[in-house]
């Protein structure tokens, strides 16, 4: 029976699936689009003009080019989140992968509001409970923390004036319902190994605001998922198991 329990035990481990990244749930018709060619004018929601300078938006941050040429901070052109025609969803959740936790590191912040800002998870169920991640002091270059959020959650900017901005932009502060404040890049749509790279606005659009939507660098984050033993460890682990089956078997045999 020992025997038998084990041999079981091993196989379900060598054959065990492995889902370690979470994925992004977005609206009907939404999905993942290819890398625009940037010109500051859109049609990408997230390609506008900077304050911060010509070239400047998170576009040009994600493929270290324009205003931000010599930066290694952009994994390069990768898939955004949104639309066919460019525009964003306004209703964007993740969803947990089965075996990991969510790592999240923040690469850059091109804010004057940075050092009030704050950035964390919530519970769409429970949008009262903000868990905070980083705050302003944490600073760019930050190595990053692991967190657990429920099996659904999205992620919210929280500014110092008091207004918090959502995944869900339903759920905005300042009836700013309209606006996406996240725009959301990986490099591996539909992958079960996929991190994502998020860009963040924390303005709100107004007629005199030439960055119309937005530049959505103010907070650049990078979403991974948390180390976890990888598929060659498990094999290894089921072999030495069935490597024990097969010299309990010969020891019960030659008694």
Do not use: C
């Not at 018709?29 to 998170?58: C, I, R």
């Not at 990986?186 to 190994?193: C, D, L, S």
């Amino acid at each position: 029976m020992k025997i038998k329990l084990i041999a079981f035990f091993a196989f379900a481990v060598l054959l065990a699936p492995v889902t370690w990244a979470d994925s992004l749930n977005g609206s009907a018709g939404a999905g993942w689009q290819p890398f625009p060619t940037l010109s500051e004018h859109g049609p990408a929601y997230f390609d506008n003009h900077s304050f911060d300078g010509s070239q400047k938006n998170v576009g040009y941050l994600m493929t270290n080019s324009g205003g931000f040429t010599g930066s290694t901070l952009g994994p390069g052109a990768l898939p955004f989140w949104g639309n066919s025609n460019g525009s964003a969803d306004l209703n964007l959740t993740f969803q947990r992968g089965t075996t990991n936790l969510p790592h999240a590191s923040l690469l850059a912040t091109f804010s004057g509001s940075a050092a009030g800002n704050s950035f964390g998870w919530y519970d769409p169920k429970n949008t009262g409970a903000l868990h905070t991640i980083f705050s302003g002091p944490a600073g760019p270059g930050n190595l990053g923390k692991t967190f657990a959020p429920t099996q659904n959650y999205g992620f919210f900017i929280h500014m110092s004036s008091g207004a918090t901005f959502f995944m869900q932009s339903g759920l905005n502060s300042l009836g700013d319902t309209s606006h996406q404040h996240f725009a959301i890049f990986t490099n591996a749509p539909n992958n079960p190994f996929a991190s994502f790279w998020i860009g963040i606005e924390d303005g709100v659009p107004s007629a005199t605001n030439i960055e119309g939507l937005g530049d959505y660098q103010d907070m650049f984050i990078e979403v991974t998922p948390a180390p976890v033993p990888e598929p060659a460890t498990l094999g290894l682990v089921g072999s030495g198991l069935l490597g024990l089956i097969g010299f309990a078997r010969r020891k019960l045999l030659g008694n």
